[in-house]
């Protein structure tokens, strides 16, 4: 990639993930270098099994690589050891999955606040009451996670990994179980978050129409980045992923 190093909240260089052995083994990365600059909205794209979730847990430290190195700012997280790692996540980064992974018993401001209440620090309150504002939830706020739509938890996971004003948020395929205009309504708050507060994001999708609101799409096959495409709208992308199905 061509940003420099200095503008990358996270990179990864030369990464190598391997699974089994001998006949059975699987190269999931083979050789990534990669950087994802601050305050921009990058998506990974590539066919099923193409190593998207694999660099992103790498690149996030939620697994480890077999050999190169994936820093978060300057931090060389492959060094790091377990505790410290556990405490970079919760302190540098956040993370929107397809399951919204609320805690049941918490109602939707708590579990908004967990990181914060994790870390034993206060919340903002003008910069917490403005994204519960831009989400939508303002209503919602004493609600279980079970009195939610999906659309509605989605909203309070998003707004769980802003509070904190992460480095990074990485997000899983954070649209993959609403319907389309729950979907369309997730995305367009995390776009905001880029635009208004220099959030950098970067977020694995199968949906070329997610695709189209970040920044910048990687394209990965056979775990090596094999395109990308700056400034991405749904049809070029859904083009994109067609090439890789002939
Ligand atoms: N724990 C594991 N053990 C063995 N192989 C694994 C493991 N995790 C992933 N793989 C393999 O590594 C490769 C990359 O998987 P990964 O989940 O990163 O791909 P992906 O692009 O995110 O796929 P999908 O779009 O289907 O979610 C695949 O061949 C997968 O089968």
């Excluded at 990179?11 to 600059?37: C, I, M, N, Q, W």
């Excluded at 504002?133 to 769980?160: D, F, I």
């Amino acid at each position: 990639m061509s940003q420099a190093v200095s503008t990358a909240a996270a990179r990864a260089v030369d990464a190598r993930k391997t699974y089994g052995e001998g006949d059975a083994v699987v190269h999931a990365l083979a050789g990534v270098t990669v950087s994802f600059p601050v305050g921009r909205f990058t998506a990974i794209m590539g066919p099923s099994g193409s190593g998207k979730s694999t660099l992103m847990q790498c690149v996030a430290g939620l697994d480890r690589l077999t050999s190169g190195s994936a820093f978060i700012g300057d931090t060389d997280i492959s060094t790091l050891s377990k505790t410290d790692l556990a405490l970079l996540r919760r302190d540098r980064l956040g993370f929107i999955f397809q399951q919204y992974n609320l805690i049941p018993s918490l109602n939707a401001r708590e579990n908004a606040l967990l990181p914060l209440t994790l870390a034993g620090r206060e919340p903002e309150q003008a910069w917490f009451d403005e994204i519960i504002a831009t989400v939508g939830l303002g209503e919602r706020l004493k609600n279980l996670p079970s009195q939610l739509s999906g659309g509605q938890q989605q909203r309070v996971a998003v707004a769980r990994a802003l509070v904190p004003r992460p480095d990074i948020v990485f997000a899983d395929e954070p649209t993959g179980a609403l319907d389309s205009r729950s979907g369309a309504e997730i995305l367009t708050f995390m776009r905001r978050a880029v635009d208004d507060s220099g959030q950098t994001i970067v977020m694995v999708t199968h949906d070329p129409h997610a695709a189209s609101y970040a920044d910048n799409v990687l394209f990965l096959a056979d775990g090596q980045i094999v395109d990308e495409m700056p400034e991405p709208t749904t049809d070029r992308v859904l083009d994109r992923m067609k090439r890789f199905e002939v």
